[in-house]
């Protein structure tokens, strides 16, 4: 397991992480295809906390697009970077995610974050944020809309509707189980949403939520565990 520093200069008031979002949102590309599903690696990101102990821990899992088995993991355990603001989340998990994305062995092609990406009210969430910062084309996934409205997809797996703020389409809901609430989906960089919601119907042939959350989700509470037992 990695063991991460804050970083030098590291964002310490919501002031600051909101400029840090305005300068990095302008370099997020969302006119890339980004890889196509099944094919390659996809790694999903997660991280747990212990806040009274002042703990974070990330956790990446590469699988094999093709058939879903674990490639490669790896984990980073730091301090708590930043406050618990709604919307500025990224900040409290950025460098731990990005030491355990670095510890990993091989590429890890598309990355799955367990949030959002410009279906976020700063249009910068977590999926973006990190795709500026590796050049990783990136994917959010999230379990709730956050702040945004949607109409309920048909019941089959495979049905979506658009995610929005306003008129603006800033993500999809998508139907992954039949009759199951949907997961949200969004862009984070160098992916259509096309693409995006076809990744996340291949991540999911069991469960509602992406193999890829589930076995990063796994490694970081059991990775917690030990960095604080």
Known sequence: MTTVDIPAGWPATEEQARAVQDELRERVVTDEPGPPPRTGHVTGVDVAYDDERDVVVAAAVVLDAADLTVVAEATAVGRVSFPYVPGLLAFREIPTVLAALEALPCPPG????????????RRFGLASHLGVLTGLPTIGVAKNPFTFTY???????????????????????????DGVKPVFVSVGHRV??????????????????????????????????????
């Open 110 to 121: 598309l990355v799955v974050c367990d949030g959002y990406g410009l279906a976020h009210p």
């Open 151 to 177: 109409d309920g997809p048909g019941t089959p797996r495979g049905s979506s509707s658009p995610l929005r703020a306003d008129a603006d389409e800033v993500g999809r809901a998508l139907r992954t189980r």
């Open 192 to 229: 259509t949403l096309d693409n995006a919601c076809a990744h996340t119907l291949a991540l999911t042939p069991e469960y509602r939520l992406p193999e890829t959350t589930r076995r990063a989700d796994a490694l970081c509470r059991r990775a917690l565990r030990e960095a604080t037992a």
